[in-house]
């Protein structure tokens, strides 16, 4: 009993958070506690800062139906949706890499099914979406079954299928195929579908997350993974399980992005995509250290990104600009992430 | 060397020692038959023979890196035998996962815990054994559960909400016998159960384990570090010893001393021994 010391005997009384007796501003407060404790409640209150002070300084370019189709629909939206994988890998452990390039590669199988093979506009879409799926399969067996270290997995598959996409076009862009138009309203060519895509898929996600048995596993794995092994969690299977969700989810944001500027550009995606969602992920609050994470505060985090975005080329500061400014986001949320986290761990019981 | 074959009559007796807890139901709920296990070059366990009756408690001794934890962690099917077989009510079983060993009815808590920081404490107490009305998680239930099975344990904690990170040692220690004892499990391993416990956890885990003895429906391994402890709680000791049982006495016909006494004659053999050398 050689640790017997740790906090002998002294078990926690039931908490009774004192009131003061004052019901209304009792609500108030405990209401504010609530929300303040929430992850996501940082990343909001700067975006409606950021949304508020480029809108008020800006009223008429800024706050103009155009732009909120440039921001959401263009910028935020896909950013977004990638961000929803990026962020069950990044709670489990793993990073993806590759995403940016499965966005690439997608919309060429759509076109060359389509064009060259004759496959059906729906069904090349819906290939797009499974090529998308195997890529993540692939990430997952590499990463998984043979035992690579997910960063290096992605890297590989992502010069892969770059490589791919340019060898495959010759580098040159490609037009959208006529018979899949009708689908590109649905898809992204309209100007709001886009941001509706990336609403419902974060809500979906984030549900999935917080609410489901397969979110759980994803934050027993990323929490403690012997721990989860342990407990009978198949952690390979989670894992596999969330490349493949990020792999469709990214050829879904190259099929839309196509449709939605018109053009299938071997250029399009790589690793800039990736970058802006895990940018959107960790300003949001998902610690890259496995275990937690929040799919909500990644969504918002991608409007704070594309805020900043279109915000400055509204004003007409250079892009080169905004990366300073989205360094030194990345580094500012993550110091607050990490210390408050110590913070918290320094207070435990 | 102490060590019973396999088959000795005396784990089917339904022996009436114990003293005030009853008579055993009679017959084996866990049997391993010569269990061989290496790492590499390290070779764990040797040829591991070892039963446990019906509703039995068995304690289960050893010096660190003797090779308990690996024993366990086969028993409840995290570990593969390299060597050897497993026999649950007599039916020879190959415990292929944890899953499908908790398919069977064998539940362990290890050494880690097994816990997940992250999670608040009513979700740890239902990890992958979540209680779902598809596709969402029934989380009031599993909250409702979890507090009712703890205040029955006595085990007071601020909420069940809070994640488990934010708890003592002792606390975490016993949220994660809750959750095994709470299984409907029919064989329970429990490894170093009240190693980072202070007194008064102790003694409540203690309790939960003489009510399980009491009812002789569950039966117990539980590999231990105090002898005293050990000896109050088990009714049949086993000493495990570079790879083999090599000691199995009742309780009753044995004492701190005479397990104290094999384990350091064991290690001024091996002092000699290596001296010698």
């Known amino acids: 009993m050689s640790k017997m010391t740790e906090q002998g005997g002294t078990l926690l009384l039931p908490d009774e958070t004192p009131g003061t007796g004052n019901g209304t501003v009792d609500r108030l407060r405990r209401g504010l506690g609530v929300f ?70 997608a919309p060429f199988i759509m076109f060359y099914l389509n064009v060259y093979y004759g496959v059906p506009a729906l ?69 709001w579908s886009q941001t509706i895509w990336a609403v419902v898929i974060v809500a979906i996600f984030a549900v999935v997350l917080t609410r489901t048995r397969w979110g759980l596993h994803t934050i027993a794995t990323g929490g403690n993974q012997l721990g989860a092994r342990e407990a009978g969690i198949n952690v390979g299977r989670i894992k596999y399980g969330n490349f493949m969700i990020t792999g469709v989810l990214g050829a879904l944001v190259g099929v839309q992005t196509a449709f939605y500027l018109n053009d299938i550009d071997p250029l399009a995606g ?30 918002i985090g991608a409007v704070a990104l594309s805020t900043l975005i279109d915000g400055f080329d509204v004003v007409g500061i250079s892009a080169n600009v905004v990366q300073i400014v989205f360094g030194g986001a990345i580094l500012g949320a993550m110091i607050a992430n990490v210390q408050l986290t110590r913070l918290r761990e320094r207070g435990r019981t | 060397m102490a060590a019973q074959a396999p088959g000795t009559p005396e784990s089917a007796q339904p022996g009436g020692y114990g003293g005030d807890y009853g008579p055993l139901p009679g017959g084996d709920a866990l049997r391993a038959e010569h269990i061989g296990k290496s790492f590499g070059a390290v070779t764990a366990l040797v040829d591991i023979n070892l039963h446990l009756g019906r509703g039995e408690v068995l304690g289960l001794l050893g010096d660190n890196g003797a090779g308990k934890s690996t024993l366990l962690k086969i028993l409840c099917g995290f570990q593969r035998p390299d060597s050897g077989g497993i026999l649950l ?18 539940e362990a808590v290890y050494q880690d815990l ?31 559960t979890a507090r009712t099975h703890l205040n029955e344990m006595g085990i007071n904690i601020p909420s069940v909400d809070v994640p488990v990170a934010s708890l003592s040692g002792g606390q975490r220690q016993a949220i994660a016998i809750a959750r095994a004892v709470y299984s409907d499990a029919k064989v329970l391993l429990l490894d170093e159960p009240l190693a980072a416990m202070g007194a008064k956890e102790v003694a409540i885990i203690l309790d939960l384990i003489g009510d ?62 290596r001296q010698r050398s």
Not at chain 1, 49 to 62: I, M, R
Not at chain 1, 150 to 178: D, N, V
Not at chain 2, 89 to 106: C, F, H, K, W
Not at chain 2, 232 to 252: A, P, Y
């Open chain 1, 270 to 299: 790589g690793y800039q995509p990736m970058f802006y969602s895990v940018t959107a992920a960790v300003i949001g609050g998902t610690a890259m250290l496995g275990g937690s994470g929040t799919i909500i505060g990644a969504g």
């Open chain 2, 212 to 273: 399980l003895k009491r009812r002789r429906e569950v039966s117990i391994i539980i590999i231990a570090h105090n002898y005293g402890q050990a000896l109050e709680v088990c009714d049949r000791i086993n000493l495990l010893q570079h790879g083999m049982i090599t000691f199995d006495k009742q309780s009753k016909d044995t004492s701190v001393q005479e397990l104290n006494d094999i384990v350091v004659a064991e290690y001024r053999r091996a002092l000699q021994e």
């Open chain 2, 114 to 144: 097994a816990l997940i920081n992250q999670l608040s404490v009513y979700h740890n107490m239902f990890l992958n054994r979540e209680r779902v009305r598809w596709p969402l998680l029934s989380n009031k239930s599993m909250r409702d």
């Open chain 1, 123 to 191: 069904l090349a879409i819906i290939l797009s979406l499974v090529f998308g799926l195997v890529c993540g399969w692939v990430n997952g067996f590499l990463t998984v079954t043979l035992h690579l270290p997910s960063f290096i997995t992605t890297l590989g598959t992502g010069f892969i299928l770059g490589g791919l996409a340019l060898y495959l076009a010759h580098a040159e862009p490609k037009s959208i195929p006529p018979a899949t138009v009708g689908y590109g309203d649905w898809l992204g060519a309209s100007p």
């Open chain 1, 36 to 105: 303040g404790r929430q992850r996501e409640a940082t990343i909001l209150v700067v975006t409606v800062a950021l949304l508020l002070y480029f809108g008020l300084t800006n009223p008429t370019t800024f706050v103009s139906r155009t732009n909120a189709v440039d921001l959401f629909s263009e910028n935020a939206a896909p950013i977004a949706i990638i961000a929803v994988g990026e962020v069950l890998l990044l709670i489990c452990g793993e990073i993806d890499l590759s995403v940016g390039f499965i966005y690439t590669l």
């Open chain 2, 89 to 106: 009510n007599g039916e020879e079983v190959t415990l292929r996962s944890v899953d499908y060993a908790r398919s069977l009815g064998i």
